[in-house]
């Protein structure tokens, strides 16, 4: 799978890279908003789509809600995954319009449990 992960904390996503790249996905990392839709949008005029976005809710530049927005309006079947420290019935009724395309996520997992979540939805 090809995976686009952003966040604005390097720590973070080396650990989600890393578990990723481990099981053999092409992992692809941004620290913020913008440079996240800059790399969705590139990636996507060069017919190499995502398999799957996740990015951090909280982020400089732009955030998780600004970033899907633009994302979804480039390619409304994209899927993607917001991982928060707030709490995540809050975020769902930000992004209940977005119906099956955006799921959320609250911090405190276990990182393999991120990885299965990915791979059993998008499949392997």
């Known amino acids: 799978m090809l995976i686009l992960i952003a966040d604005?904390?390097?720590?973070?996503?080396?650990?989600?890279?890393?578990?990723?790249?481990?099981?053999?996905?092409?992992?692809?990392?941004t620290n913020?908003?913008?440079?996240?839709?800059?790399?969705f949008k590139t990636n996507w005029i060069q017919n190499k789509k995502f398999d799957v976005v996740i990015?951090?809710?909280?982020m400089p530049?732009?955030?998780?809600?600004?970033v899907v927005k633009q994302?979804?309006?480039?390619?409304?079947?994209?899927s993607i995954l917001i991982i928060s420290?707030?709490?995540a019935e809050k975020l769902k009724s930000v992004f209940h319009i977005f119906k099956d395309k955006v799921e959320i996520v609250q911090k405190g997992f276990p990182i393999e449990a991120l990885v299965e979540k990915i791979e059993?939805?998008?499949?392997?």
Request: proline share 4%; glycine share 8%.
């Open 85 to 87: 420290a707030y709490e």
């Open 32 to 39: 913020d908003g913008n440079e996240c839709i800059t790399k």
């Open 71 to 78: 994302i979804l309006s480039t390619d409304p079947n994209q």
């Open 120 to 124: 059993t939805k998008s499949g392997p």
């Open 55 to 58: 990015l951090d809710y909280s």
């Open 8 to 29: 604005d904390n390097a720590f973070t996503r080396k650990i989600y890279a890393d578990a990723f790249s481990k099981k053999g996905h092409i992992v692809t990392t």
């Open 61 to 66: 530049q732009k955030n998780g809600d600004e």
